[in-house]
């Protein structure tokens, strides 16, 4: 195995335990307990003590046998690719099962496959704000096994579910009232800490002031050092909040000798100090002495283990290094850009290019960070760490670009993943046209043009400009060659032509060399070609192998999150709803991030489903609205429209006729749904406003004018090769048949789509038609039954593939009573005993969709309740099932 970067090797190998460090009993018991909580939140502000705390709490689970693993995190793990390169590396401690690939599935699949205790620990949490990190950790909660634990030190409360892990008893909280020191801990600090014993009652006195925060109790016994503890220091001493921390550190440096405080001011700007590093930042002091003497002194410096050969390291506590930098910046302003810019000098001589291109441009040396840059971006762009590279770009000026073409280009890439293709594109127009005369600016701008135009949801102008671009290959760049083919592959796609897309998908593979993500994207495109024309087990096996099968970078051309959200689909397809849900949490939030138009819509809409599905109507409808807030706020019509189409078809599940037609009259944009009936968008294959139409008309309208318009969209699916389109015009026209009463011709419409859906296992396509599809599922077993029994049919063979899909389909949809689809036979006389206003409201409840659980929560009520509810109703209507209750309930005019 390949040991992990100095850096990283940093971030997994905390300092242990001190001697000089008090034990802090409780709260460690508190944490090693929690043997029943997935998480453990460790949460207070700086200067608490978290890390001690945790670091003393690995070292109680390790004796108990829990194998633990620590990974203290930066901002620079908002990128999924850099947390998950971290998270790999901390769970290969854990002796788990090597993941090849270290995706998202893999960690959280390999975290839920370990067999023993174990506790990953991760802290500085607080620095986490991307909603794709989050989601992935709330992931990895929900899936962790019974023994394994995770716990977080934050400074604030982190957005990973904390009220459903709270409700469920599943997270235990350490907080600041667990991390104060008590009395006893305070007294024990001054005797390990100070060379002077403090009497009881000045102990008493400080403890009572500081109110056991950690980080004053420090910073005082440092002040007491140099004053002597018969100094009135205590008495004048006041305050608990952040004051005190600056009040204490700029007290104790004013006792420090001016070599010394000049030391601690200059090298503050530095995230880890070595002896070489500050050297260079102190040409004129002894930095090897003074980092000794404060090491000895145990004065500011915490070690950090050392993970290479360049000496013992260290780092200021953060809230004495804030100060420290204030200060700096407060006395000698002028001083920082020239220790930013020695400081990126150190960094540049030890092949450390991140941070010395972070303190460069701290330092306001733009050309010299982009100087820095240049040799390395393209090694950045293609690994996808383009969160790092939009962070430097946000901040260096245009006019500092502008004489560097190469880093221009590379920033539109780093935008458009991470702002957007509008903002992208803006910067694309600004690139001088002079450019074009270096070959490998011409050919990112070629593979970018098209890219940013179809991400835009302007395929035919993709098209038009992406052909253009095509005739320039080969290029000066690789990279840029295997995108823009991989992306004309699915313009061409949405344009209709097949053969066209497949033709760039070989001369994709033929160009891409050993980039292994980006042959990731191609094998996506083939699943989402095999998908468009019917073959489902092929494409779920594509997609699969394009989700586990690459690198862990985030890149819209890297198979992970082009694939993530189709695999999803395919998935959710086959009526795996957890595991859709599994993966929904971790791709939904890029795709939200990418926004990419169809991998929006799909992802809401499945997830909306998955809700639906469940019951949980309230948080279908949310999703919905959070899809057509995304679609305004991206300026994405078409994906504003998808969503009020998406709620007029649940709202047509649950029976409200009108409020689904007013909602499909709002997402009728004509022209837009035009353009989407010429193109093959993967959004729309089953889900446009022609189907919705229809659907609608089936359930409340004329069915039978319904029929002739269904049977010229089946010629029109059939000759563009739409073969899953082709399976649900199908279903909905078994379902008009059946409206109108050709019992017989729907059911044997259903049983010839069934025949051909089978050998694939296509389950949500029939299924999300509803209560009506049951219905006919159950009349086509009736009939192959009464078939199966005439003699003529009686030595007839079977398919014993089709007999098996056929009864796993009306085992999800469970029994119903024929009298569901034809309520008129039920008895319709007013009822000899009224319902009361709780059960009329249970059926409003039943009718939209609401599980049993949902209804409890929604009425406060139990589940029992809820049950003894249902079953009155069934009495008092007479009825046997929830269809057939609400049917009856609204012929009786009780619902509507």
């Known amino acids: 195995m390949t040991p992990p970067s100095p850096a990283l090797a940093s971030k997994l190998n905390p300092l242990g335990a001190s001697a000089l460090q008090v034990l802090r009993t409780a709260a460690c018991e508190r944490i ?3 043997t029943a909580a997935k998480l453990v939140l460790v949460r207070a502000p700086a200067g608490f003590g978290k890390t001690t705390a945790m670091l003393q709490a ?3 689970l390790e004796e108990q046998g829990v194998a633990t693993a620590w990974l203290t995190l930066d901002r620079a793990d908002n990128d999924v690719s850099r947390f998950l390169l971290g998270l790999n590396a901390a769970a290969t401690r854990l002796a788990l099962e090597p993941m090849a690939h270290g995706t998202p599935v893999d960690v959280v699949e390999s975290l839920t496959r370990h067999s023993g205790p174990f506790a990953l620990f991760l802290d500085d949490f607080e620095l986490i704000q991307e909603p794709a990190v989050l989601g992935l950790v709330r992931e990895i909660i929900d899936h962790l096994p019974r023994r394994g634990q995770l716990v977080i030190g934050s400074r604030g409360l982190p957005d990973l579910g904390m009220g459903r892990l709270r409700a469920r008893g599943q997270l235990v909280e350490v907080d600041t009232e667990h991390l104060r020191f008590s009395l006893e801990e305070t ?12 009497p009881a009652e000045s102990l008493a006195q400080l403890h009572s002031k500081t109110e056991g925060w950690v980080a004053a109790l420090w910073l005082a016994s440092m002040a007491l050092d140099r004053r002597g503890t018969d100094s009135d220091f205590i008495e004048r001493f006041s305050g608990s909040n952040r004051a005190i921390a600056d009040y204490l550190a700029e007290d104790v ?9 000049e030391f601690l001011m200059r090298t503050s700007i530095l995230r880890q ?10 040409p004129r002091l002894d930095s090897a002495r003074i980092l000794e003497q404060l090491d000895s002194a145990n004065l500011f410096l915490t070690p950090v283990t050392p993970t290479d050969d360049t000496g013992p390291r260290w780092r200021y506590h953060s809230l004495f290094a804030d100060f420290l930098r204030n200060q700096l910046a407060r006395e000698h302003p002028e001083d920082l850009p020239r220790l930013h810019l020695a400081a990126s000098a150190w960094h540049e001589s030890q092949g450390q290019t991140v941070p010395a291109v972070e303190h460069a441009i701290e330092g306001g040396d733009f050309p010299h960070a982009l100087s820095l840059l240049e040799p390395h971006a393209d090694e950045f762009l293609f690994k996808g760490q383009l969160r790092l590279l939009g962070r430097w770009f946000s901040v260096i000026p245009d006019e500092a670009l502008s004489s560097h073409p190469r880093l221009q280009a ?14 992208a594109m803006a910067q694309l127009e600004c690139i001088h046209p002079d450019a074009g005369s270096d070959p490998a600016v011409s050919a990112n701008v070629n593979a970018l043009r098209p890219l940013l135009l179809a991400m835009m949801d302007r395929y035919e102008d993709a098209y038009r400009v992406g052909h253009e671009s095509l005739a320039t290959l080969p290029s000066a760049s690789p990279f840029a060659d295997s995108v823009l083919t991989n992306a004309m592959a699915n313009v061409v796609s949405v344009m209709g032509h097949h053969h066209e897309a497949h033709r760039l998908l070989d001369a994709a593979r033929a160009t891409q060399g050993s980039s292994l993500f980006v042959r990731m994207y191609t094998e996506s495109m083939e699943g989402l070609l095999d998908l468009q024309e019917g073959r489902l087990r092929q494409a779920t096996a594509r997609f699969r192998m394009a989700v586990t099968g690459g690198t862990s970078t985030y890149n819209h051309t890297n198979g992970h999150a082009w694939a993530g959200i189709f695999y999803a689909s395919v998935v959710y397809e086959l009526d795996q709803l957890d595991q859709s849900e599994h993966l929904l949490n971790v791709y939904l939030p890029l795709a939200r991030d990418v926004g990419l138009p169809d991998h929006m819509i799909l ?3 499945l997830r909306s489903r998955i809700a639906f599905q469940r019951g949980d109507i309230d948080a279908a409808f949310h999703v919905l609205t959070e899809l057509e807030y995304l679609g305004h706020h991206r300026q994405l019509p078409r994906v504003v429209a998808s969503a009020k189409l998406e709620r007029s078809r649940m709202l047509l599940l649950q029976g409200h006729a009108q409020a689904s037609r007013d909602e499909l009259a709002r997402a009728n944009d004509q022209i837009l749904w035009q353009r989407v009936a010429r193109q093959r968008l993967p959004a729309h294959e089953l889900h446009d406003l022609r189907l919705a139409r229809l659907r609608w008309d089936i359930c409340f309208g004329d069915a039978q004018q319904a029929m002739g318009a269904l049977q010229e969209e089946i010629v029109d699916a059939q000759s563009r090769t739409r073969h899953g389109r082709v399976f649900k015009l199908r279903v909905l026209q078994a379902l008009a048949q059946q409206r109108t009463g050709d019992i017989l011709g729907a059911t044997e419409t259903l049983l010839a789509v069934l025949r051909q859906t089978c050998h694939d296992g296509f389950i949500r396509l029939i299924l999300d038609e509803g209560p009506a599809v049951a219905v006919l599922l159950h009349r086509c077993h009736a009939h192959l039954q009464s078939r199966a029994q005439a003699p003529a049919h009686a030595h007839e063979p079977t398919d014993p593939i089709f007999d098996e899909y056929l009864q796993r389909l009306l085992k999800i949809v469970g029994p119903v009573s024929m009298g569901d689809a034809d309520p008129a036979g039920a008895a319709t006389q007013p009822l000899a005993e009224p319902l009361t206003r709780k059960e009329i409201r249970v059926l409003q409840l039943l009718a939209e969709g609401y599980s049993n659980g949902a209804m409890a929560e929604k009425l406060f009520v139990s589940d029992s309740t809820v049950r003894t509810h ?6 008092k209507l007479g009825t046997h099932s929830r269809t057939q209750a609400v049917a009856i309930a609204r012929k009786l005019a009780v619902i509507r």
């Open 32 to 34: 090693v307990q929690a």
């Open 58 to 60: 690995r070292a109680g």
């Open 187 to 198: 007294t024990h600090f001054f005797q390990l800490r100070s060379a002077h014993a403090l």
């Open 253 to 261: 440096l004013a006792h420090q000798g001016p070599e010394v405080r």
């Open 273 to 282: 100090l070595n002896t070489s590093v500050c050297q260079a930042l102190n």
């Open 410 to 423: 590379i920033r539109v890439w780093a935008t458009c993943f991470t702002q957007g293709p509008w903002q």
């Open 603 to 605: 992802s809401h809409v």
């Open 870 to 875: 249902l079953r009155n109703i069934n009495l």
